[in-house]
């Protein structure tokens, strides 16, 4: 009997500590070196935080496409949430190859060019 005590202590005491629930892990890191900047600028074109420039009527037959082709290969969820056909015409190469690169880490989709 004194042997059990102890015993259906150490038990129940360690199975709480497994079963709170409280660790979540770590969360996903975005890539090192010159990929990071082209990542953030993506992160930052996305959320829409970047400064973008009026629309360009020629730019936006361009850039149509690929958007439409980006955000066709988004989760459902994340179509609902961006509506990256909307940034037609007033992106920069740079920032469209950066969105792409951050769509393609972030949601883990291949995205032709």
């Known amino acids: 009997m004194r042997l059990?005590?102890?015993?259906l202590a150490l038990v129940l005491g360690s199975a709480?500590?497994?079963?709170?629930?409280?660790?979540?892990?770590?969360?996903?890191?975005?890539?090192?070196?010159?990929?990071?900047?082209?990542?953030?600028?993506?992160?930052?074109?996305?959320?829409?935080k970047a400064e973008l420039p009026e629309s360009s009527a020629e730019l936006a037959t361009k850039q149509m496409e690929e958007l439409e082709a980006l955000s066709a290969a988004l989760p459902v969820k994340?179509?609902?949430r961006s509506n990256l056909v909307a940034l037609a015409g007033r992106l920069s190469a740079e920032?469209?190859?950066?969105?792409?690169?951050?769509?393609?880490?972030?949601?883990?989709?291949?995205?032709?060019?």
Do not use: H, I
């Open 16 to 48: 709480s500590a497994y079963g709170s629930g409280s660790y979540k892990g770590k969360g996903r890191r975005p890539p090192n070196g010159l990929e990071a900047t082209l990542y953030n600028l993506g992160k930052k074109v996305f959320t829409k």
């Open 95 to 113: 920032q469209l190859d950066a969105l792409t690169y951050y769509v393609s880490v972030r949601y883990k989709v291949e995205v032709d060019k």
């Open 4 to 7: 059990l005590v102890p015993l």
């Open 78 to 80: 994340a179509q609902r």
